[in-house]
């Protein structure tokens, strides 16, 4: 009998190996981050360069409806190593990598008082009591390794306890340690060096796995690559920052170099792999995926900038929206899927599990179950297997204001359940028809009460099933203690849908976003009285510039080229490149293309950059302006910016060396200094608006009558623009800050000191960038021959001073031959 059960271990191990050895290789590569128009897939990207990926995709199946089963990456992790949902685990945030160990999910007991829902607490680590898809490929007589970043708990719930033969670098952390270029900051324990000077963390991976890939060639292998890139921190190697600098275009809202050059890297390695494949003669007989752990991020800063941008998307990386979870998906299925196809079929980072055993024939382990549908039918052709996706995010993540939220999206329809957010902790929806709609921006949900019903009851049923702690009303919400929504504050002023604001309870701001979010509403938040004036696209407080005579006319006189962030004056409005208010952070941030004042027309080579920020009984706005057009040789005086304020609001008030002065300005503009950089409009109790510009001391001012009408939309007006001197010039930058408040002028004054003071005022605050002098050499240089004559030098004469720019010249030309070298030209710039 014992010789019999020896024989049958012995029967069923030799039939392991024997099948093992014909099945194909899986190589699973998951980007960190990386946002469904990050790759140049789906045509909706001209910054970022992918051809690795793209010639991966050519090789298989392209998925256009793949979403992951959250829009955060310990979530979504989970969801691939078990086949299981994120709500059924309760592994619902990024919490990988805490200190605390939580295998349990659990309802959290309490709330904050702001918040409506109670939420709850995401497990922190992989339980080794699930099965997960390396234990079972190993078990299947595959060697396995993982290779980048896990996420899902450091020892003893490492690769190394979830059935990988081969972990590296063994690092539990959300992102590289320290850096993507070495020095890393990897323990010593590790002993995870860089190999050469500057080495890039992608390369060292994709080193690792090519050797890990070379070693197990003769076998049956699983590589796991699921990269670091291209979540933060935000470094790359130099020379592709510097590539990327060259071609961004600051129309385009997917264009930061760093994250070209971390977007590149990746791709790199993804072309290493795939070329090893080919170089071994492998890529016949290995399954390839490529996916992303969510939507790209959106709501970190660098340099003022977004990483990057999902668009045609909305939202992005820990959002509800398409962007957060649509992400980018390839599979090669050798012999199986036809290469070079597309499917609409919809997809879920759950389904790989199931997908990958019917792919590989290997059973599913004994007593797992799979929340995850086999995708195989959709791999070969056939019919799609699922109807809907559905996605449970439980919690509020605050950067990108995510609430409590539910979506079901099945067919063409996408509704989404907002937890516990509707009058009386009632449900609220939103529904979209993304055929129609792709970006989500009218919410249907109004329309069609019998739908909104239906997919409603879908999502209960499913997250029923899945076990999930759904969100309860707080019992100790306090309405107090959030501010009005928008809607509650249009309707209490009885403004547009086009009004955005920010209160903290002290202060209120409020742009238009349908006048190039120009600033129009200032107001202390109670009692409410409005301090602007938006009479029309010229008011608000906003950005305008000025510069040569372009032969325009305005009223009847002679204007010159001037972009203004509302509009020009025929009612033609700019153009909103990017919008987004963050509740959480109290941030408005716009970018907008302004319109010429005087002809309507649009200014594609300008931009207005705009963040506002509270603190306090102060409103933070800071400006920034990019110029990519014709050098406007003549220096004049710059609004810092323009600043337009109820005409009740009379005496102007500034302090000068030391002394107060007050003026009530009267038409035309009036000129002054105030030595102090700061200013107040008044009214004759002594109550009004601050502004401070740090570093500004020249201002202009004036008073309108216009009909005598006052207030916020009355012709009448006061004006005052701090001013600056500078020309503008092609590859020009200019940021600047300035601080507004309201109250009486001792507590205007005082608030102002106590800026000054922490900023500690330098001479100039207001950075005015200027264009590379070579830059500036090679667009003048008409005939190339690196030399600049006088013609070339002055360029177009219309309206130009040509005898200060031939005084210039002279001065410049320091041989007297007629023409400036780039060093002669550069010495006296």
């Known amino acids: 009998m014992r010789f019999t059960i020896q024989l049958a271990v012995l029967f069923i191990c030799t039939a392991n190996a024997i099948c093992a050895a014909t099945r194909p290789n899986v190589v699973f590569i998951l980007a960190d981050d990386l946002g469904w128009s990050d790759t140049t897939l789906y045509g909706t990207t001209s910054f970022y360069e992918t051809p690795n990926i793209q010639r991966l995709a050519k090789r298989g199946l392209l998925f ?38 939580t ?29 997960t898809l390396a234990e079972t490929m190993k078990a299947a007589g595959y060697v396995t390794g993982h290779f980048g970043k896990w996420h899902l708990g450091r020892e003893p719930y490492t690769p190394l306890q979830h059935g990988f033969d081969v972990d590296v670098p063994h690092w539990p952390g959300p992102g590289p340690a320290g850096s993507y270029v070495a020095p890393w900051k990897f323990p010593a324990t590790l002993d995870f060096d860089p190999a050469v000077p500057d080495e890039h963390i992608e390369d060292r991976m994709a080193d690792e796995a090519v050797a890990f890939i070379a070693a197990n060639r003769d076998k049956p292998f699983f590589l796991n690559y699921w990269a670091f890139s291209v979540h933060g921190p935000w470094d790359g190697k130099k020379e592709l920052i510097d590539k990327y600098a060259s ?23 993804v072309g290493r792999l795939l070329d090893t494949l080919d170089r071994l003669q492998l890529t016949d007989n290995t399954i390839i995926v490529f996916f992303s752990d969510n939507g790209g991020n959106m709501y970190s800063r660098i340099d003022g900038l977004s990483p990057t941008s999902n ?80 996605c449970f995010v439980p919690n509020y993540f605050p950067r990108p204001d995510t609430i409590p939220s539910t979506y079901i999206r099945r067919g063409p329809w996408k509704l989404i359940r907002f937890h516990a957010d509707g009058k009386q902790g009632a449900d609220r929806f939103e529904l979209y028809n993304l055929d129609k709609d792709i970006g989500e921006s009218e919410n249907v949900a109004g329309a069609n009460p019998n739908l909104v019903r239906q997919l409603n009851n879908a999502i209960s049923a499913y997250l029923k099933n899945v076990e999930a702690l759904v969100p309860v009303p707080n019992p100790d919400f306090d309405m107090d203690t959030i501010p009005l929504s928008d809607e509650q504050v249009r309707d209490e002023l009885s403004m547009s849908d086009d009004w955005y604001f920010l209160d903290n309870g002290s202060i209120r701001i409020g ?21 602007l004036n938006h009479f029309d696209e010229g008011r608000f407080i906003q950005q305008s510039y000025y510069g040569e005579k372009d032969g325009s006319d305005w009223n009847g006189k002679p204007w010159r080229y001037n972009p203004v962030q509302g509009g020009s004056w025929k009612g033609d409005t700019s153009k909103i490149l ?48 990019t110029y990519s057009g014709k050098d406007q040789m003549l220096v004049r005086h710059q609004e810092m910016p323009a600043v337009f304020v109820d005409a009740a609001l009379e005496t102007l008030v500034y302090r000068d060396q030391g002394k107060l002065n007050r003026r009530v300005p009267q038409w035309p503009n009036e000129y002054g200094t105030a030595s102090g950089q700061w200013f107040a409009y008044l009214d004759k109790t002594d109550w009004g608006i601050g502004i401070f510009t740090p570093g500004t001391t020249s201002f202009t001012c004036y008073r309108a009558k216009g009909n005598g009408k006052k207030g916020a939309q009355g012709s009448a007006c006061s004006y005052v623009a701090p001013l600056r001197k500078f020309s503008l010039s092609g590859g020009q930058v200019v940021r600047y800050d300035v601080y507004l408040t309201l109250g009486k002028l001792a507590d205007i004054e005082k608030r102002f000191a106590t800026l ?59 041989n007297n031959d007629g023409r400036l070298t780039l060093k002669e030209m550069t010495n006296q710039m």
């Open 64 to 101: 256009t409806n793949a979403y992951t089963a959250h829009p955060l990456c310990s979530p979504t992790r989970s969801s691939i190593m078990t086949g299981l949902d994120p709500a059924r685990t309760g592994f619902t945030s990024a919490a990988g990598h805490v200190a605390s160990v």
């Open 103 to 131: 295998l349990e999910k659990q309802l959290s007991p309490r709330a904050r008082a702001e918040q409506k829902t109670l939420t709850p607490k995401s497990v922190s680590r992989l339980d080794t009591k699930y099965t």
């Open 247 to 269: 071609k961004a275009d600051h129309t385009n809202p997917q264009r930061l170099p760093v994250y070209g050059a971390m977007v590149e890297s990746l791709d790199d390695a």
């Open 311 to 390: 668009a045609p998307l909305r939202g992005g990386k820990a959002t509800i929206y398409e962007g957060g979870t649509r992400v980018p998906c390839a599979v090669v299925w050798p012999g199986r899927t036809k290469a070079g196809e597309t499917t609409a079929a919809l997809l879920s980072s759950t389904d790989w599990y199931p997908t990958l055993l019917e792919m590989l024939q290997i059973e599913n382990p004994t007593g797992v179950h799979f929340d995850g549908i086999s995708q195989v039918p959709a791999l070969l052709g056939k019919t799609a297997p699922r109807d809907s996706v559905v």
């Open 511 to 531: 742009v238009d976003r349908s006048r190039g979010a120009g600033i129009g509403y200032l107001s202390t938040s109670a009692p409410h009285r409005n301090v």
């Open 578 to 625: 990017e919008f987004r208010k963050h509740v959480s952070e109290q941030t408005i941030f716009s970018r907008v293309q302004p319109r010429h004042w005087a002809t309507g027309v649009a200014c594609p080579e300008a931009v207005m950059q705009q963040t506002i920020s509270l603190d306090g009984e102060v409103a933070h706005v800071q400006f920034q302006w």
């Open 756 to 814: 000054q003071q922490q900023r500690k005022t330098a001479n100039s605050p207001v950075v005015v960038n200027r264009p590379d002098p070579n830059t500036i050499f090679k667009r003048r240089d008409t005939n190339k021959d690196k030399f600049l004559t006088l013609k070339e030098y002055i360029g177009n004469p219309t309206n130009r001073n040509v005898p200060a720019l031939t005084k210039s010249f002279e001065k410049r030309d320091a």
